[in-house]
């Protein structure tokens, strides 16, 4: 259930949200872009849910109250990175403060949440990964990342506790 190269789609990505409208095709093609170009062709899945399902997996396999934008879960084989998860609620309130599409929003976050994939933490690493994003982000023409915007951490890659409820 990954992005990976001439696959279909339904394989690796999923959209279990009904309340916000956005491009899908779209989003897939950015996201086989980005593991052709950013992932080295590793293989990730991604979710796009509801405000309340980033807010289970939250405190599930955080321990964080809450709901966040974005969760990236790593898997830890060579081929296969793991699985990005974003809330599609947070998007449309970060695209409108912003000024921007949710289809741009939602690029912006899977971005972002490939970066944690490939082991970058804006927590800890002294600003690498800052700098990753804010290159990406601008060969790929989109506005400011999450990092850059709010000047500081967003999401850390933590170790699960379990598999996630999608991948059971």
Not at 49 to 77: I, K
Not at 104 to 119: A, F, M, N, S, W
Not at 150 to 158: I, K, L
Request: net charge positive; no cysteine.
């Amino acid at each position: 259930m990954s992005v990976h190269a001439g696959s279909d789609s339904s394989e690796w990505f999923s959209n279990r949200q009904r309340s916000v409208r956005f491009d899908a095709a779209s989003l897939v093609r950015f996201a086989g872009r980005l593991r052709r170009r950013l992932a080295g062709g590793r293989e990730f899945a991604l979710r796009i849910a509801s405000d309340g399902a980033l807010r289970r997996a939250n405190r599930s396999f955080l321990g964080r109250r809450g709901s966040t934008d974005v969760l990236s879960f790593p898997d830890g084989e060579a081929s296969r990175l793991g699985d990005i998860l974003i809330s599609a609620n947070r998007a449309r309130r970060q695209a409108r403060r912003l000024g921007h599409s949710v289809d741009r929003e939602l690029r912006i976050l899977l971005l972002h949440g490939l970066l944690h994939l490939l082991g970058h933490d804006h927590e800890r690493d002294g600003g690498r990964m800052r700098r990753l994003e804010e290159s990406w982000r601008r060969r790929l023409g989109l506005p400011a990342g999450l990092i850059e915007r709010t000047g500081g951490p967003r999401v850390s890659p933590r170790p699960r506790r379990a598999a996630p409820p999608w991948r059971r």
